[in-house]
């Protein structure tokens, strides 16, 4: 069974840094192309930004609001997907999910999801 | 930016109406457009990809349809269980690549 488990999530005060990490198991996690997807309080989902598996290159694409200041990374050896959050604002308070991703010709989607991890930026 | 759309916002149902939730994206998209429910509290799921393709484990009373820019979500008989918010999710565009809707919230009448 195909499993995402978030942790790292807490409250840190604006301009901090916090670092989330995503355990994956039950798939071939350095084939994955694995995403992260954000979601405000009381509000929609929004994509913070994804990272390619190695054998296709293993760049990374992020969302306007957070590039510059997040950085999404993998360590395919540990199964794990992290993201490294830093000049944190009050509006990056959400519950952060990791997705594993499928890519096709027309189209790419989220497949499955982890349960979230809650980050709240406030002084 | 490719911009989405839901219609409507919100909506009351009963068990065993049909509901039908329309996503509106802001240039062609062609089939790039998937569905995800989300129960309060939970992770999303998805439902639908590629405009129509029913995703594995998906009850067959959802149904999805539409290209280019208007796309709709069907539910052939409201279950109990299906009480959620509904999005639309684009990914034509690059970037941003993946862009979701605002959501459409059905609830019991």
Known sequence: EVQL????????????????SCAASGFTFSNAWMSWVR?????????????????DGGTTDYAAPVKGRFTISRDDSKNTLYLQMNSLKTEDT?????????????????????????????? | DIQMTQS???LSASVGDRVTITCRASQSISSYLNWYQQKPGKAP??????????QSGV???FSGSGSGTDFTLTISSLQPEDF????CQQSYSTPPWVTFGPGTKVDIK
Do not use: F, H, N
């Open chain 2, 84 to 87: 959620a918010t509904y999005y």
């Open chain 1, 39 to 55: 979601q405000a309080p009381g509000k929609g989902l929004e994509w913070v930004g994804r990272i390619k598996s190695k054998t």
């Open chain 1, 94 to 123: 959400a519950v952060y999910y990791c997705t594993t991703d499928v890519y096709t010709a027309t189209d790419y989607y989220m497949d499955v999801w982890g349960k979230g991890t809650t980050v709240t930026v406030s002084s």
């Open chain 2, 8 to 10: 409507p916002s919100s």
């Open chain 2, 45 to 54: 799921k998805l439902l639908i990809y590629a405009a129509s393709s029913l």
């Open chain 2, 59 to 61: 009850p067959s009373r």
């Open chain 1, 5 to 20: 488990v978030e942790s790292g999530g807490g409250l840190v005060k604006p301009g901090g840094s916090l670092r989330l």
